[in-house]
Structures are given as structure tokens and as C-alpha cells.
């Protein structure tokens, strides 16, 4: 899968390359708002790593653009800026997420990955932590290489925490994802999945734990040990 | 000297000075004017009188005159009525005719005089005012005085003087007025633009720096105090702008060459230096952005029409700070409202306070235990830990740029709770330090409540 990493800083940008190629990834690099213009009228990639900010302009008119084509190649924004405004106008102009330096190119990697994974875009493989895997095509969970029986339900609750590994899932966001706007949904519901899922994955032996983070929500997380 | 507080004030007042002074003015020039008109009249009916005495003088055969006045005339000078008098008086001082009782002459006549002389004299209480004229008549030098009691002085001439001042002279006050209250309309008239122009300066703020004062409408004399206002503003924008500058380039200048120290580090073979190295970044990292955050917020401003939901921004953090707290052992609760709170204020800005206090209260509070935010219906976030709390003489210290109670301890910059009281005042917002009562500190944000925005405008 090709990448395009548009950044001026040659060490960064090559240091990017290089653990990008690590992770299994092919690179183009290009310093120039004017050369990935050129580039990017002919050439289409898996996803683009832009940074904002350009010698010779605006990295957000180079997606500006990309979106005005209705390409919706995946574009991950690096910026230097952590600015409010700056994160704001970054995902108005058609970023699909946005990282701010210095980032560890390991969570970089994990988003490229989040991105690529999305309907439509091309990663479909399956999720890992620790010893639990979650295939996203099959939606089949994996402990230890043994195939787990889950509920829909669970199943659900499952690939939207490890969809979203690292992060807090709210409550409401479980609840629409396993009801979506069907009807109504016993207050307790989603607590009565999330205790049967950690159960579950406990008793077969899986290394991670789902913690409740009260008033926000859930996450997912390697057992601690 | 007196201070005035407006320009209309010092109008007024110093009008109506100019009002009273010109109407005592006026009215001495005018009854100086009026008597010198009056005397003239006077002097010239009291001359044609002479001149037509004179017209009675003849020169006998004797040499002697005689005066042969028409009995209409001498009614005029008879002493009952007293109010005129005649006299002839020959070149030696001789009175040859007079109509006073003692034949004196009225005026003491000097015989070198000129032709026509205006006297006045007093003949007991009575002031006497004529005209004295030389005549030759037959070779013979005589003068005629005709004079005039003032005291029965023309009933008619004193009746237009005393009416004057009656309606005349009181007319020059209202008409003063009138001029008063028309100056006063059209200097307000001429300060309109100036108070539009103030008006619009009222909505300048840090906010807003690209309002200019309009000049087209403002008076020549006031031009280059709002056009040097105007200057100022560009030089005050212009300062706002190169901070932001400043602001964005520093972030690039810093944090790209994290990124590549990182990036560096992350491909290091010894896992063990790799990681205490991470560390050090992280470390590094958090100060620069929170150096940067700093400096944003010197120019930042907030629209006051800005909302915020301070329900949904303390869930954001809570769920930002969540992974990182449980990595290290604590746990993250969020109590309070469910609903949206909403108040006043940037909720990005909002979100960095909260944070701040989190990331602080994570530092301290012991292991296994729960950082708790609570979200209260009047606008207040509170961050508790169970950590130490917070002892009276540091109360004041902790919110100093760069302070940290152990200057040893990792990961702390000493930084965000002075972003945390930047935010605050910008927000009109009150923090408030206290320890619990089963130890631990809590610190509270007092926003101002507000109502939901509009939720059908963009």
C-alpha cells in the first residue's frame, strides 16, 4: 500500500518514511505544497500524511483541494500547531484525524491504520491487543488463536472498543452503535453488556480489561499485570 | 478655571455669560444712544426756538430792540408755565429782553462765541438745557437763547425712551435665547458623528481589532485626533498579529524537532533507553506545549457571544485524560449534571483549564484512588484528588508560572495551573483551592451559567 508523505522537514519526513516502511508500508515523500499538487492530479494513494505547515503555502489549501475533487483519500494532518482554532479548521477542510507534534510514530501508525480500515478504504484485516484478536471482516474474536463464541450484541460492544483502543468510548456511543435508533433502550442495557463481554473475556482468558470510566464511558486496555 | 465635562456644557454656560454681558451692554449703549438722540432733538427745537425769536427781533429808530413776540408765543415762555425760557443778550452782557422774573439772561453768555452755542445751566433746582445763537442785526451783535426746563422736558420723547426699555430692551434677552438654544442644535448636530464614531469604538476590544473609527463623516478639527486612533488600533492589531505569528512559528520550530527526536527514539534498539528517553521527550513536549499554550493565550480574546457546554468539554477531558490515568493507577469518574451546562466562554479554552487541573490532580493523587470531576447546573467543574491537599502558604504560590512544590518531580512543568488562572480571568471565571475533608485537594472552576444557544442559527 503506497503512502504519500507531504512534509518539508527532510529528517523528519525521512524518519517517518522509514518507520513507515517498517510497518509495511510503501512511501513517497514530497516537500512542497507545489510539488504534491502536481503529484496528486495524477497519482492516487492509500492515505496522505500532510504536514500544515509548508514552505510555500498552506498544507489545508492542498486538502481543500483534494476534497474539492471528491477524493476522499484519507488524510491524516500533522501540524505543529496545537491551536484550537488551527485543529477546527484542520478537520472542516476534510482531514480525517489529526495529529499534533511531537507524536509517537507508533500511534501515528495505529491511526493510519483506524483510517485505512474504515468502509470503503482498503486495510480490512483484524484488531489486536494483547493475546485478543477481532477480525473485522469475519467479525469473529480470536483468544489465544481460539475462536470465541460472542453474542451480536457483545460482538458489537467488542469491535467498537478495540475499534477505538486508547480511547474512551462514551456511553452513548455504545448505545447507539449496538440499538442504533431503534426504539428504547433499557438505561442499564449497555452496562448489562459491557459486565456479560468482560465476563466473558475473563473467564476465556483474555489479557485485557475493560474499564468503566464513570459519567464518560469505557475503554479497552492490555491487563495490567 | 472651570472645568467643563462636555463640549455643549462650556457652550452653554459660556453662552449664556456672553448673554448676559451683552444684554447689560446693549442696554447701556442703547440709552447712551437714545439720550444722545434725545439731547439732539432737544438742541436743535431748542436752536429753531432762538432762530425764531430772532425772527421777532427788530432795531428801532433809537437804536434800541424791540421784541414783539405773537401772544401764542408768549404763552410759550410765560413764568406760569415755566417750562421755556428765552433771553436776548447784547455784546456788552446787557440782558435786553428775558423771559425770567429778574430779566436775568439764561446762559451767562460769553460775547466771543460762535454762532450757534448748546448750553445747560441750573437756575435753582431746575436744570436748564438751550441752544444760544448770534445774530447781527443792523450791525448790532446780539444772541438769542432759547432753553428748556428738563424737568418738564417733552412728555412724549420720555415716553418712547421708558418704552423702549419696556419692550424694545427686553426683546434682546429672548432673541439672545433663542441664538443659545439654536448654537446648542447645531453643535449637536456637528458632534453627531463624533458620538457614531464612539459608539463604534465601543465594540473594539481584543477581540475585535479590525474595526476602524469611520472617518467621512467626521468634522476636519476632530480628523487627525480619530485618524491617530485609528493608527493606534493598527499598531495595537498589528501586535495581536505577530504574537499569533510568533505563536505558530515557535510551535513549529519546537515540536518538529521533537517529532524527529521521537521519531529517533522510537527506532533505538535498546528498548530501556529507548523508553526512559521517551520519557524525557514527553516531558519536554508538555513544557513546549504548554509554553505555547501560554503564549496563545496572551492574545488570545474571546468573542463574549462565545458559548460553551462544560457538561460535554469536562466528559472530553475525563475521556482525553481517562487512558493516561489508568495506565498509571488512577481511576477517572465523572458526577455531576448529565444534561449540558451551559455557560459562557471558548470551549476549547475551557477544555485546556480542565485539563490542566486534571493532568495535576493525576500527578498527586496516590495510586488507586479516583480523580473526580463534577459538573454542577451553575456553571462550576471541580477537580478533587485524594492526593496531599494543599497547604495554606501555597495557596497563592501554585498558581505561579513555573513553581512546583518538589522541583524534582517528573513530569511537571510548574505551568499548568498558571494556564489554568490565565483561562480564568479570561473567563471572568473564579478558582477556588481547597483540601477535602478526607484529605486531597479540589479545585473549582466558577463559570457564568448561561442559556442554550440557539441551536436553529448556524
Not at chain 1, 43 to 65: C, F, H, K, N, V
Not at chain 2, 132 to 148: N, P, Y
Amino acid at each position: 500500500m503506497r503512502l504519500l508523505v507531504i512534509e518539508d522537514n527532510a529528517t523528519l519526513s525521512e524518519l517517518l518514511a522509514k518507520g513507515l516502511r517498517t510497518a509495511g508500508y510503501e512511501v513517497d515523500l514530497l516537500a512542497t505544497a507545489a510539488e504534491a499538487r502536481a503529484v496528486l492530479m495524477t497519482t492516487s494513494y492509500a492515505a496522505i500524511i500532510l504536514d500544515l505547515g509548508l514552505p510555500d503555502g498552506d498544507g489545508l489549501s492542498i486538502l481543500r483541494e483534494l476534497r474539492h475533487r471528491k477524493d476522499s483519500t484519507p488524510v491524516l494532518v500533522l501540524t505543529a500547531r496545537g491551536g484550537l482554532q488551527d485543529r477546527v479548521s484542520g478537520l472542516r477542510s476534510g482531514a480525517d484525524d489529526y495529529m499534533v507534534k511531537p507524536f509517537a510514530l507508533e500511534e501515528l501508525v495505529a491511526r493510519l491504520e483506524a483510517q485505512l480500515r474504515r468502509p470503503g478504504q482498503q486495510l480490512g484485516s483484524s484488531l489486536h491487543i494483547a493475546n485478543l484478536e477481532f477480525d473485522l471482516r469475519s467479525r469473529q474474536a480470536v483468544i489465544d488463536d481460539q475462536p470465541q463464541m460472542l453474542s451480536s450484541r457483545e460482538t458489537a460492544v467488542l469491535e467498537l472498543l478495540m475499534r477505538s483502543k486508547g480511547r474512551v468510548v462514551s456511553k452513548k456511543q455504545v448505545e447507539d452503535h449496538i440499538f442504533g435508533l431503534s426504539g428504547d433502550v433499557a438505561s442499564n442495557a449497555v452496562e448489562v453488556y459491557v459486565h456479560r463481554l468482560r465476563k466473558q473475556l475473563s473467564d476465556k482468558g483474555a489479557k485485557v480489561q475493560i474499564h468503566t470510566i464513570r459519567g464518560v464511558g469505557y475503554l479497552i486496555a492490555e491487563e495490567k499485570a | 478655571m472651570i472645568r467643563f465635562k462636555s463640549i455643549i456644557s462650556r457652550i452653554v454656560i459660556l453662552h449664556v455669560i456672553a448673554v448676559a454681558v451683552t444684554s447689560v451692554l446693549m442696554s447701556v449703549a442703547l440709552s447712551w444712544l437714545l439720550s444722545v438722540a434725545t439731547n439732539n432733538i432737544h438742541n436743535e427745537a431748542m436752536g429753531e426756538q432762538a432762530v425764531s425769536l430772532a425772527g421777532h427781533l427788530a432795531l428801532k429808530a433809537d437804536g434800541s430792540f424791540s421784541l414783539d413776540l405773537p401772544p401764542s408765543l408768549q404763552g410759550l415762555y410765560s413764568q406760569p408755565y415755566g417750562r421755556y425760557s428765552y433771553a436776548v443778550v447784547d455784546d456788552t452782557g446787557k440782558t435786553l429782553f428775558s423771559s425770567l422774573k429778574d430779566k436775568a439772561p439764561v446762559f451767562a453768555a460769553d460775547p466771543r462765541v460762535s454762532t450757534v452755542q448748546f448750553l445747560e445751566t441750573r437756575i435753582g433746582d431746575a436744570a436748564i438745557s438751550g441752544a444760544s445763537i448770534r445774530r447781527i442785526i443792523g450791525g448790532k451783535t446780539v444772541w438769542v437763547q432759547a432753553a428748556e426746563d428738563l424737568a418738564n422736558r417733552d412728555v412724549l420723547i420720555d415716553d418712547i425712551v421708558e418704552d423702549f426699555y419696556k419692550h424694545v430692551g427686553w426683546i434682546t434677552l429672548p432673541i439672545l435665547l433663542v441664538l443659545l438654544v439654536i448654537d446648542i442644535a447645531i453643535f449637536r448636530r456637528a458632534l453627531l458623528p463624533l458620538r457614531q464614531a464612539s459608539e463604534t469604538a465601543q465594540q473594539i476590544g481584543p477581540a475585535r481589532t479590525d474595526i476602524r473609527l469611520p472617518l467621512d463623516e467626521i468634522p476636519g478639527e476632530v480628523r487627525p485626533l480619530v485618524s491617530a486612533i485609528n493608527k493606534a488600533l493598527d499598531r495595537l492589531d498589528e501586535g495581536f498579529r505577530l504574537q499569533r505569528e510568533f505563536t505558530a512559528d515557535a510551535a513549529h520550530e519546537l515540536r518538529t524537532p521533537l517529532s524527529i527526536l521521537r521519531t529517533r527514539v522510537e527506532t533505538l534498539d535498546d528498548p530501556r533507553i529507548a523508553k526512559a528517553l521517551h520519557l524525557d521527550i514527553e516531558a519536554m513536549s508538555r513544557v513546549v506545549g504548554q509554553l505555547l499554550d501560554i503564549a496563545e493565550l496572551e492574545a488570545f480574546a474571546i468573542d463574549p457571544q462565545e458559548t460553551a457546554d462544560l457538561q460535554a468539554a469536562s466528559a472530553e477531558v475525563a475521556g482525553f485524560v481517562a487512558p493516561l490515568a489508568l495506565e498509571q493507577g488512577r481511576e477517572i469518574a465523572l458526577l455531576g449534571a448529565t444534561t449540558p451546562v451551559w455557560i459562557k466562554g471558548n470551549a476549547e479554552m475551557i477544555k485546556r483549564a480542565i485539563r490542566n487541573l486534571a493532568e495535576n490532580a493525576i500527578r498527586h493523587a496516590p495510586k488507586n484512588t479516583v480523580v473526580e470531576f463534577v459538573v454542577e447546573e451553575n456553571g462550576t467543574v471541580t477537580v478533587q484528588d485524594r492526593g496531599p491537599g494543599i497547604t495554606e502558604e501555597e495557596r497563592e504560590l501554585i498558581f505561579r508560572r513555573f513553581w512546583r512544590r518538589d522541583r524534582n518531580h517528573q513530569g511537571s512543568s510548574g505551568l499548568g495551573l498558571s494556564i489554568v488562572q490565565r483561562i480564568a480571568e479570561l473567563h471572568d471565571a473564579k478558582i477556588e483551592v481547597e483540601n477535602r475533608v478526607m484529605g486531597g485537594a479540589q479545585f473549582s472552576l466558577h463559570f457564568t451559567p448561561c442559556a442554550a444557544p440557539d441551536t436553529r442559527g448556524t
